[in-house]
């Protein structure tokens, strides 16, 4: 199907936009001329200094912001940004203290609660008063092991308010995987919940917490969360325990806060790479950046305004969590929700969107796939109002995602897919209001962001797959990776490949439109016969198919141990009740031939009951891929499903 216009903002929908508002005074400030969002991205990665400070400003941000705005701007790595500014990330979070809702929380159907602005403020007061009293100064770090609810938001802003590091994974981890995470960072004070309730279970955490507690020596508290009991635990199994009532209460008079005014690049949070392929990488981000890239994707790409009702569906393992919190600092009301987004037969956020008047509604491209697939028709069955917004990503929506939204949820939806990852806590390319959305496509480079498709030898591509770049420094660089002090893992990770560019692992290219389309990671890409395949090319015509729920797709080395070949093998998850069978098989393999190349189709195709990903929802290729060719898979405990990989492990019909 050629490219087609699914949604165009109306005159007013672009006039009322904030991108309108920031187009038109960085104009007057600066004496230019935006006549499209082209002129406008071109002077954002051209004109640094007069972008960033003119976002600085037009986000309202609190804080000191000094004379520069970089230095070494021509260095990547090695730009320092507004080296002179003095601020505080909670406070620009905390500006707020009337009563009006600043936080929505549901737990699945089993709990319901809210909190203004004024009572989240005084919350946070006490906790930082508490957190001071235990001795806590900036730079130590606070870990927070729970779930997507109110007392987590409340830790991660008394932390920072005092110039804490902050780093966060969800109970559904394992003892191993928070180990391997929290044991290189070692915190100071570790907050945990009770328990957490996931598809209608309620599960318990504390037996974890206690090991968890032996093991992190340098936690001096664990503080420990209600949310499944009703009645305070007996947590004398858990080293330095106690319960976060009892830690707040002799502060439970304390209303005002003593922020810390820091430098830009001070450490706000440590963000943990996958960890499918060996430890995980502690990826440190800086206050400023975090919160500068945070108010430009809200407020201008994502049109968020003050009083809007902003939710992402997410854990607190996710960098979409840490992205959420920071709404709070463009006006918007937060929507937590915690647990399966599954329940009552998938339409439990849409019953959550109606009845908080939800405006942005974020999710991943595979929760979307899996409404589909099950037939679910929001449209039909709730009013969504206010839902003007619909996010997506964790992996790439295609065409037909595209197709479904607007078929199925809402008409009149701007969809805008989104890309970036936890090593930049942000997006490289994203939504714009006041643009079309194309189908199948992303639809903007973000404002700042010089991003671009390489070829192999370094070149600029247009309308041809390649790698996802970005050319030019931002602010939201992280600081570095912890314990890394010449900075040689974080120049590996991202600047081996082109000298001087952001090398950030995406198979993708740029379309007509100036949109972007991403075919899957890089290091998943398939190579059989040396032409490159983006495995999303084969995701998308393998799940149109209604025998399918789900499939994985890799690269096996063929024959085996020749490393410079592969052959493709594609694992499916049926419908229940169905077989694999030859007329499956060859049904599967022409739907893909007729759409792609006979380089896409299958050498092999294989049934399996379950498809392994991490704890964020993404399917995990290349850990089948290790499984498939004899490797180790380094750090399961990255896995939600651990137990699945067992299915691709010396499968017969990949021996011949």
Not at 172 to 183: I, K, N
Not at 635 to 641: G, I, P, R, T, Y
Request: with cysteine; charged share 25%; hydrophobic share 40%.
């Amino acid at each position: 199907m050629p490219a087609q216009i699914v949604w165009q903002p109306s005159a007013e929908r672009i006039a009322a936009a904030n991108m309108t508002a920031f187009s038109r005074q960085a104009a007057s400030r600066w004496s230019r001329l935006f006549p499209d969002y082209a002129a406008l991205h071109r002077w954002s990665i051209e004109q640094p200094e007069e972008f960033w400070a003119s976002l600085w400003e037009f986000g309202g941000v609190i804080g000191e912001m000094g004379a520069t705005v970089v230095v070494d701007g021509d260095k990547m790595p090695g730009a320092r940004w507004f080296p002179e500014a003095r601020l505080n990330y909670a406070r620009n979070l905390l500006r707020r203290r009337d009563e009006d809702d600043a936080l929505v929380f549901w737990g699945e159907d089993r709990a319901r609660r809210r909190m203004s602005h004024g009572e989240l403020y005084r919350r946070v007061a006490r906790l930082a008063a508490a957190m001071r009293a235990e001795g806590l100064v900036a730079g130590d770090r606070v870990a927070a092991y729970m779930p997507n609810m109110p007392e987590t938001v409340v830790t991660l802003l008394a932390a920072a308010s005092i110039g804490a590091t902050f780093t966060s994974a969800s109970p559904d981890f394992g003892v191993q995987g928070v180990v391997d995470r929290f044991g290189q960072i070692e915190p100071k004070l570790l907050f945990v919940a009770d328990g957490y309730y996931y598809n209608g279970k309620t599960l318990d955490c504390l037996d974890r917490v206690a090991e968890i507690a032996e093991r992190l020596l340098s936690v001096k508290k664990v503080v420990v969360a209600r949310y499944v009991r009703e009645q305070d635990h007996d947590i004398s199994r858990i080293r330095n325990g106690m319960m976060l009532s009892d830690f707040v209460e002799p502060f439970r008079e304390r209303t005002e806060i003593d922020f810390a005014e820091l430098p830009f690049d001070h450490p706000l949070f440590i963000m943990y790479s996958s960890g499918t392929t060996g430890v995980p990488k502690c990826i440190v981000h800086g206050a400023g950046g975090a919160l500068l890239q945070h108010i430009k994707e809200h407020r201008l790409h994502g049109d968020v305004k003050p009083g809007d009702r902003l939710f992402y569906f997410t854990t607190c393992g996710w960098m979409m969590w840490n992205w959420l919190v920071s709404g709070l600092a463009s006006g918007a009301t937060l929507l937590l929700y915690d647990g399966s987004p599954f329940l009552n037969t998938g339409n439990i956020l849409f019953d959550y969107a109606d009845a908080e008047g939800m405006t942005h509604f974020g999710t991943s491209a595979k929760f979307i796939d899996a409404l589909a697939k099950a037939l679910v028709r929001p449209r039909k069955t709730h009013r969504l109002d206010k839902l003007r917004v619909m996010f997506s990503t964790g992996s790439p929506l295609a065409p037909e995602g595209f197709d479904y939204v607007h078929a199925c949820v809402k008409s009149d939806l701007q969809l805008a897919s989104i890309c970036g990852g936890t090593d930049i806590i942000s997006c490289f390319i994203g939504g714009n209001p006041t643009a079309p959305v194309w189908r199948g496509e992303i639809q903007c480079a973000g404002l700042g962001m010089a991003t671009d498709i390489f070829s192999d030898d370094g070149k600029p591509l247009r309308g041809r797959k390649g790698e996802l770049v970005c050319t030019r420094p931002f602010p939201v660089m992280p600081i570095g990776f912890w314990n890394d002090p010449d900075g040689a893992k974080y120049r590996a990770a991202y600047f081996e490949r082109f000298p001087d560019v952001w090398h950030h692992g995406d198979f993708a290219e740029r379309t007509a439109h100036d949109g972007f389309v991403i075919h899957g990671r890089s290091d998943a890409t398939l190579n059989p016969g040396g032409v490159r395949i983006g495995t999303a090319e084969i995701y998308r015509q393998v799940e149109q198919l209604e025998e399918v729920v789900e499939s994985l797709v890799i690269g096996q080395e063929w024959p085996p141990g020749k490393r410079n070949d592969v052959r493709v093998v594609l694992f499916v998850k049926l419908r229940d009740g169905l077989v694999l069978d030859e007329a499956l098989t060859a049904k599967i393999k022409q739907t893909i031939r007729a759409d792609t190349t006979p380089r896409h189709v299958p050498a092999k195709i294989l049934q399996v009951t379950d498809i392994p990903r991490t704890k964020s929802g993404k399917i995990v290729e290349l850990a089948v891929r290790n499984i498939v060719d004899g490797q180790p898979v380094k750090n399961v405990e990255a896995l939600a499903n651990p137990e699945a990989l067992e299915q691709f492990r010396d499968r017969p019909e990949l021996e011949n």
